[in-house]
Every structure is written in structure tokens, then in C-alpha cells.
């Protein structure tokens, strides 16, 4: 008996020291909400903790706790100076909650930052530092790109998936991103393809149709809305 007390004291002792680590194991077991619960705690404990947040938000998404999770993002992002994790895992939430649009200035900022942090450690001449800003940058702009998709801006998708495809951090995501644009491209393909061999007589009615849809998909208020 002593034992196992000795035992469950140690559990909950690395519970509050690695509290990420144990609410994924928890989540793994089939026990998101003791998950969220634990990582509640710790941020009570630590609410700047950037990590915390993140993985709490994505576990209030997973159980449909939307407003939870923005009520979260919410009360972080009105603390001084956010920095770029969190914008950038807010920008990623508001894609994901089918609010693209709201996310751009978002993911704007969480850019405009990582760039000056590569400029200023270029200026120092700090090598480290810069990579590791460089690979931040990297992230912003890929997971921005995933965003550029949702509103079928397919094309500065790509280009800026391209511009990361070497590099040995991120590089792997950027290759990853260009295969699904070439695969939702190709489903597109696919669907004009049939369109046209079904409805031969509407071609045009059916190409102001397209026209139409192209404005509304890549049109100046999307381009507008670019953090560039």
C-alpha cells in the first residue's frame, strides 16, 4: 500500500512538472477531459506558458469546445506582446474554425515578427539564433499557405511552399503541402472534366459560371486580405 501511494505521489508530482507530456498521454488513453482538466491547472499556474495553450486549445477542439478554446486564445492574446507560437496557433485555430479571413491579419503579424527576429539576429551576427528564427518563419508562412487554400488560392500557396522545399527544418512540411495542392488541383481537374462531357450545350452558361466562381475563390478581396 505504501508503495503504491509512494507511487501515485511520483505520478503527480511529474504530472505538474511535465503537464503537456502527461495531458498527451492521458488523450492517448482515452481521457482527453482529465487531459484538459490537468493542463487547466497548469496554466493556472503558468499562463504565459505558449505550449500549454496550444495543446490545451487543440484539446478543446477535438472535444467541439470552440468557444472554450477561444475564450482561451482571447484572454492570451490580450496579454503584452504575444509572441509568434501563439499568434501563430491562434491564426491555425481560426483556419480550422472555418474563419480563414480572421486569421490573416493574424498569421501577418506572427510573420512580420519572425522576419524581424531573422533581420535583427543577422544584424548581431548570431548565427543560431537566426536559424532558429528562419525556421519559425519557415512554419508562419506554411501553415498561412494551408490558409491560402481554404480561400482556392492554390497559386501563392504553392509559391510559398516552393521557397521552403530545401530548407532542413521545415522543408518536409513545404513538400508535403505541394503534393495536397496537386492533389486538390487534380480532384479539380477531375470534376471540370466530367462537367464538361455531362452538360456540352451550357458551355456558356456554364464558363460565366466558372468565371464567377474564380472571382469570388481568387478574386481582389482575397488578395486584398494578404499580410504581405
Given at each position: 500500500m505504501a508503495k503504491t501511494k509512494t507511487k501515485a505521489r511520483a505520478a503527480k508530482?511529474?504530472?505538474r512538472k511535465e503537464p503537456i507530456a502527461a495531458a498527451q498521454q492521458l488523450r492517448r488513453d482515452g481521457r482527453i477531459?482529465?487531459?484538459?482538466?490537468?493542463?487547466?491547472?497548469?496554466?493556472?499556474?503558468?499562463?504565459?506558458?505558449?505550449?500549454?495553450?496550444?495543446?490545451l486549445a487543440t484539446m478543446l477542439a477535438e472535444t467541439e469546445q470552440?468557444?472554450?478554446?477561444?475564450?482561451?486564445?482571447?484572454?492570451?492574446?490580450?496579454e503584452p506582446d504575444p509572441s509568434i507560437t501563439l499568434r501563430l496557433n491562434y491564426a491555425t485555430f481560426l483556419c480550422h474554425s472555418g474563419r480563414p479571413q480572421e486569421a490573416f491579419p493574424v498569421f501577418g503579424a506572427a510573420m512580420a515578427?519572425?522576419?524581424?527576429?531573422?533581420?535583427?539576429?543577422?544584424?548581431?551576427?548570431?548565427?543560431?539564433?537566426?536559424?532558429?528564427?528562419?525556421?519559425?518563419?519557415?512554419?508562419?508562412?506554411?501553415?498561412?499557405?494551408?490558409?491560402?487554400?481554404?480561400v482556392c488560392?492554390?497559386?501563392?500557396a504553392g509559391a510559398l511552399a516552393r521557397a521552403w522545399l530545401t530548407h532542413e527544418h521545415v522543408g518536409d512540411g513545404a513538400a508535403s503541402l505541394l503534393a495536397?495542392?496537386?492533389e486538390w488541383e487534380g480532384d479539380d481537374d477531375d470534376e471540370d472534366d466530367e462537367d464538361d462531357d455531362d452538360d456540352d450545350d451550357g458551355d456558356d452558361d456554364q464558363g460565366a459560371a466558372d468565371a464567377s466562381n474564380d472571382d469570388i475563390c481568387r478574386g481582389d478581396q482575397t488578395q486584398q486580405d494578404l499580410p504581405f
Open positions: 508530482a511529474k504530472a477531459f482529465d487531459g484538459i482538466a490537468l493542463l487547466y491547472d497548469a496554466l493556472g499556474r503558468d499562463f504565459g506558458n505558449d505550449a500549454i495553450i496550444a495543446v470552440f468557444d472554450r478554446a477561444q475564450r482561451l486564445f482571447d484572454r492570451a492574446m490580450r515578427e519572425a522576419r524581424l527576429d531573422v533581420e535583427q539576429s543577422i544584424d548581431c551576427d548570431d548565427s543560431y539564433s537566426a536559424a532558429a528564427a528562419l525556421t519559425m518563419l519557415g512554419a508562419c508562412q506554411l501553415n498561412f499557405a494551408r490558409a491560402l487554400m481554404i488560392d492554390t497559386g501563392a495536397d495542392i496537386g
